[in-house]
């Protein structure tokens, strides 16, 4: 599955925005989907994961709340919409995707394609 991006940008602390994730292929419902995000010179962390259906979801602790992933398989899609950011929020998001089923992956390294990311930029 290739995985295209989008909707990241310039925002003020305390707004919104919902992130894109756009998938190729007619299998886009065989994966588990997930967003991860890297600030510079930091490693790249865990923020949400999705199952296959839509109806098992994980969170990183940091954004439980705040944020929520959903997905669209009739149109191979997952949003990430973000609320009430935070500069802490700022990195380039990814989003990727498991073949896996088994709930709870959370590593990057379950994930087995990778969109190029987007820039989400919050300032305080």
């Known amino acids: 599955v290739q995985l295209q991006a989008s909707g990241g940008g310039l925002v003020q602390a305390g707004d919104s925005l919902r992130l894109t994730c756009a998938a190729s292929g007619r299998t886009f419902s065989g994966y588990a989907m997930g967003w991860f995000r890297q600030a510079p010179g930091k490693e790249r962390e865990f923020v949400s994961r999705?199952?296959?259906?839509?109806?098992?979801?994980y969170y990183a602790d940091s954004v439980k709340g705040r944020f929520t992933i959903s997905r669209d398989n009739a149109k191979n899609t997952v949003l990430l919409q973000m609320n009430s950011l935070k500069p802490e929020d700022t990195a380039v998001y990814y989003c990727?995707?498991?073949?896996?089923?088994?709930?709870?992956?959370?590593?990057?390294?379950?994930?087995?394609?990778w969109g190029q990311g987007t820039l989400v930029t919050v300032s305080s």
């Open positions: 999705i199952s296959r259906s839509g109806g098992t979801t």
């Open positions: 990727a995707a498991d073949r896996s089923a088994a709930p709870g992956r959370t590593s990057a390294a379950d994930f087995n394609s």
